[in-house]
């Protein structure tokens, strides 16, 4: 038997429950099933690790960075099982190196995807900072796209301020001077600030990070009877009619039972890596699809904060409360082709040393070199066509990364004393914000998978969400980016219903 919905969205992660909120606001009639693989990770679907368990965000992360850590060692791998034991299980719930289930990112090691409810909307650190300038598609009308950023923004909780409410910081104005007159900008919109971030600052407690339950809170607590959420089950095939998707196979991970759903309309939002590997499980293979993977480099440091420098002395470093590990979270932005590269400066103690994390993401060409090889022979560990990542960074894009460098050490000798070993560009994969897979086009010429509406070219009910979708380089981190699009793409979804 075949169940019947309205909208079947594969993927409970950010774009996922953007799609579901707005399309349930804009069609409050609307049956609507979501698709999830993963299973809880905490005590309540879909909520922020910071709000379940103080320590949880953190260990999520640190357990993260091991692994990629691992995959540094093993880059020419193809799987991660021998280091790592027998590998994913059905109960494995967390962010596992795209490796860690037989594929070949020996060329795109950072790599990670989510295997629980909420994707990686549970993990993520919620930085929030727009697009400007390139980054933003020129296909798109301005005024839609502002209107849809703000739209956005709302969702996520984009918030620009102090991560504590009532925590007085006396280091956050001369790091902002220090950091302005570093890294100048000729746009007084662009200047060094408060990086925005998704969620809310409270008094006494850590910064609450969005989740996906914040974004559409009834597709996890059962409170809409027309909404329903099934995890646990892998979309294996999407089954087609001449241009409709007709059934959505799953199969469920513990049990291995098949069952099948049919969508007036299907989402699919599974990621930029496995909402391609669908398709392409699927026999749904346009010459774009998993072609111009792009990733922004990511060029890592830490420079400790010399506050004799800012006339201040250690006991001036406030304390956040209790499992904030942040003292501040700051932003030097991008100003287009002149500097398309931005800064994401997080402040915190550690090991009784006052640190600036001085992260740079600079864009990356986009170019059709760089792609996911999908196979019709080989499966992974869930038996999905295996992935060979290629990827490498042009001439121009290592002349970007040293100007970055320069930018980055700029910053950071204004704020203190840079040591070389502190510095470090990440393998590729490793800043989580991949797109480009199933971009979207204004053109159905090959370089595109999608419409301007998220349709997938010549189908009548198929769209696609999240940062697989985003066609430009981005500097930024790419959520708030794939949000915007996916208040467009739901628009275009509810029109369709
Ligand atoms: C530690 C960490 C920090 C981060 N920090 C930031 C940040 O500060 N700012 C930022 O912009 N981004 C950040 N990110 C990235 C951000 O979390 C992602 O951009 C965002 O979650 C992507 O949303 P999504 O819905 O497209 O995909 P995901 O959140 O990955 O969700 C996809 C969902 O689809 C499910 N799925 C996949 N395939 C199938 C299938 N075949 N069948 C059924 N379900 C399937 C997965 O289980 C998953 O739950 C961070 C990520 C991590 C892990």
Not at 54 to 66: K, P, T
Not at 118 to 124: A, D, E, L, Q, T
Not at 477 to 493: E, F, K, Y
């Amino acid at each position: 038997m075949t169940e019947q919905y309205d909208l079947v969205i594969v993927g409970t992660g950010p774009a996922g429950a953007v799609i579901a909120r707005q399309v349930h606001e804009q069609n409050p009639d609307a049956t609507i099933l979501v698709l999830e693989a993963g299973s809880d990770i905490t005590g309540v679907a879909g909520e922020h690790l910071v709000e379940a368990d103080e320590s949880a965000m953190n260990a999520s992360y640190d357990d993260l960075m091991r692994r990629a850590r691992q995959i540094e060692y093993v880059k020419g791998a193809v799987s991660m099982t021998e280091i790592e034991g027998d590998g994913w299980t059905p109960e494995s719930t967390g962010v596992f190196p795209a490796a860690f289930f037989g594929h070949n990112f020996a060329a795109f090691p950072g790599a990670s995807v989510a295997w629980n409810i909420g994707g990686m909307g549970v993990h993520w650190t919620a930085a929030t900072p727009w697009p400007y300038a390139e980054e933003i598609p020129d296909f798109i009308d301005r005024a839609e796209w502002d209107a849809d950023q703000e739209v956005a923004r709302g969702l996520l909780r984009s918030y620009v301020g102090p991560l504590v409410a009532d925590m007085d910081n006396p280091f956050t104005e001369p790091i902002f001077a220090a950091l302005r007159e570093a890294v100048p900008s000729p746009d007084p919109e662009r200047q060094a600030g408060y990086m925005p971030m998704g969620g809310v600052a409270r008094a006494g407690a850590p910064f609450a990070r969005t989740g996906p339950r914040d974004i559409a809170p009834f597709l996890f607590d059962g409170s809409a009877a027309n909404v329903t959420l099934r995890t646990g089950v892998l979309v294996t095939r999407l089954e087609q009619d001449g241009d409709r998707v007709s059934a959505l196979v799953t199969r469920d991970l513990v049990t291995g039972e098949e069952a099948r759903y049919a969508g007036r309309v299907v989402v699919v939002a599974a990621d930029a890596l496995r909402t391609p590997q669908l398709l392409w499980a699927s026999g749904i293979r346009p010459e774009a699809l998993g072609v111009r993977l792009n990733e922004h480099a990511t060029i890592d440091g830490e420079v400790e904060i010399d506050a004799a420098r800012f006339g201040l002395t250690a006991a001036d470093i406030p304390v956040p409360p209790n499992g904030e590990p942040f003292i501040g979270s700051y932003w030097s932005p991008s100003i287009g082709a002149e500097r398309p590269a931005h800064g994401q400066l997080m402040e915190r103690e550690f090991d009784g040393r006052h640190l600036l994390s001085v992260g740079w993401y600079c864009a990356t060409e986009i170019r059709p070199e760089n792609r996911i090889e999908f196979s019709d022979e080989l499966v992974d560990s869930v038996g999905m066509p295996h992935m060979t990542v290629h990827f490498s960074y042009s001439d121009a894009d290592l002349a970007e990364i040293r100007r970055t460098q320069a930018v980055q050490l700029a910053a950071a000798n204004a704020i203190g004393v840079f040591p070389d070993e502190e510095r470090e560009i990440q393998p590729p994969g490793a800043s989580l914000h991949y797109t480009g897979t199933v971009r979207m086009g204004a053109d159905d010429d090959g370089e595109s998978v999608v419409d301007t509406d998220g349709r997938v070219w010549g189908f009548g009910n198929l769209f696609l969400a999240g940062n697989g979708v985003i066609p430009t380089a981005l500097t930024c981190n790419s959520t708030l980016t794939a949000a915007v699009l996916s208040v467009r793409i739901a628009r275009a979804v509810s029109a369709a219903l």
